[in-house]
């Protein structure tokens, strides 16, 4: 049965995808927001990006679908990640999904509603050159949110593996450290052993001398 330290990547994975299909769809929409956020073009850079927008908007629901899915792939990786959390790594995941969830809130708000008056045509107390940089300036800050989720996820992983390698080398050293100490005792109960058996030989010699009978004399007589 898989654990839920085995769904931890599956997690981390899901929220990295959906992060960096994200950052790929608003890439789409560059080479026109570059014109009229950045470069202030002409007139027909307005056009260009509010028929993009509008497209964009009248597009098959499936592809709107598509990327809600993704997204909610995201937030499905964030679930996993914090339902047990690391003490150490649990405001790590908490400031990834806040960040992930600005990005969606931005999104609903802005971006939707943008792409609504592309549609209709209404925009409410602005014009339509200001309602197409208002949609533009709102990927950019979802732009900033969803690296930031990026980096603290590239920043957690690199926490936890710079860990284990520290667990990792601290335990060789003690499995070194113990296997030089097992065998410094083993070579020390030899030398005792050796040691003992010379006393012992010794005390051996000694009690065979000590055991062996004495020659007896005998004087010669005088004729």
Same mark, same amino acid.
């Given at each position: 049965m898989?654990?839920? =330290?085995?769904?931890?990547?599956i997690?981390t994975?899901?929220? $990295?995808?959906?992060?960096?299909?994200?950052?790929?769809?608003?890439?789409?929409?560059?080479?026109y927001d570059?014109?009229?956020?950045?470069?202030h073009?002409?007139?027909?850079?307005f056009?260009?990006s509010?028929?993009?927008?509008?497209?964009w908007?009248e597009?098959?629901?499936y592809t709107h679908?598509?990327l809600?899915?993704?997204g909610?792939?995201?937030l499905?990786?964030h679930?996993? =990640?914090?339902y047990?959390?690391?003490?150490?790594?649990k405001y790590?995941?908490?400031?990834s999904?806040?960040?992930f969830?600005?990005?969606?809130?931005?999104y609903?708000?802005n971006?939707?509603?943008?792409i609504?008056s592309?549609i209709?045509? *209404?925009w409410?107390?602005?014009d339509?050159?200001?309602g $197409?940089?208002? $949609?533009a300036?709102?990927?950019v800050m979802i732009?900033f949110?969803l690296?930031?989720v990026?980096?603290?996820?590239?920043?957690l992983y690199?926490?936890q593996?710079?860990d *284990?390698k520290l667990k990792s080398?601290f335990?060789?050293?003690?499995?070194?450290?113990?296997?030089?100490?097992a065998?410094?005792?083993e070579v020390?109960e030899v030398?005792?052993k050796g040691?003992k058996?010379?006393i012992?030989d010794?005390?051996?010699?000694i009690?065979?001398?000590?055991?062996?009978p004495?020659k007896?004399?005998t004087k010669?007589r =005088?004729?």
């Open positions: 898989m654990k839920y =330290k085995d769904l931890v990547p997690g994975t899901l929220i $990295i995808a959906s992060t960096c299909f994200g950052l790929g769809a608003i890439y789409g929409n560059l080479p570059i014109h009229t956020l950045w470069l073009s002409d007139e027909q850079s056009v260009n509010l028929n993009h927008y509008k497209q908007g597009s098959p629901m679908y598509i809600h899915f993704i909610l792939l995201g499905i990786g679930f996993i =990640k914090l047990k959390p690391e003490e150490d790594a790590f995941e908490y400031g999904l806040g960040l969830m600005i990005g969606v809130i931005i609903l708000t971006l939707r509603t943008g609504n592309c209709s045509g *209404e409410g107390e602005v339509s050159a200001t $197409i940089n208002v $949609i300036a709102s990927q732009i949110v690296f930031g990026l980096l603290l996820q590239g920043g690199y926490a593996w710079y *284990e080398e335990y060789a050293k003690e499995a070194e450290e113990a296997a030089n100490a065998k410094q005792q020390d030398k005792a040691n058996e010379k012992i010794d005390d051996i010699e009690i065979s001398e000590t055991a062996k004495k007896k004399t010669k =005088k004729s």
